[in-house]
């Protein structure tokens, strides 16, 4: 279920909305987002969010990030100017963040991080 409409920026950035994507990778066996495909989902947002021809300056830009120190929620991914933390698992729940969120504004409350989840 999704909520109403994010409250617009203070002030209008580059980009109306960013997201940043977990990618880091550890070889030491610790658990990391990229073992829980990060990079599909990155990849994924990306093409949906140029599909969707949202991509560019004045709309939406979809970055690679290292870790975000909240890796117990992997894979992750934040969106700003809102600083909605989402937990991702496929490519629906990816779609629905670019439609939802990233087109409409729309937190979609089912894959929100819940606050008390860190490294
Ligand atoms: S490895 Fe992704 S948040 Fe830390």
Request: charged share 20%; hydrophobic share 40%; net charge neutral.
């Amino acid at each position: 279920m999704n909520t109403p409409p994010c409250a617009p920026a203070a002030a209008p950035g580059y980009y109306r909305r960013h997201i940043f994507f977990c990618l880091n990778e550890r070889s030491n066996g610790e658990n990391c987002c990229a073992r829980h495909h990060a990079q599909a989902g990155f990849e994924r947002c990306k093409a949906q969010v140029a599909a969707a021809g949202l991509a560019g300056a004045g709309q939406v830009r979809v970055n690679k990030a290292g870790c975000l120190d909240r890796c117990a929620g992997g894979p992750v991914a934040v969106v700003y100017p809102e600083g909605i933390w989402y937990s991702y698992v496929d490519a629906a729940d990816i779609d629905d963040i670019v439609e939802a969120h990233l087109k409409n504004g729309q937190v979609v409350e089912r894959l929100r991080m819940p606050a008390e989840i860190g490294r």
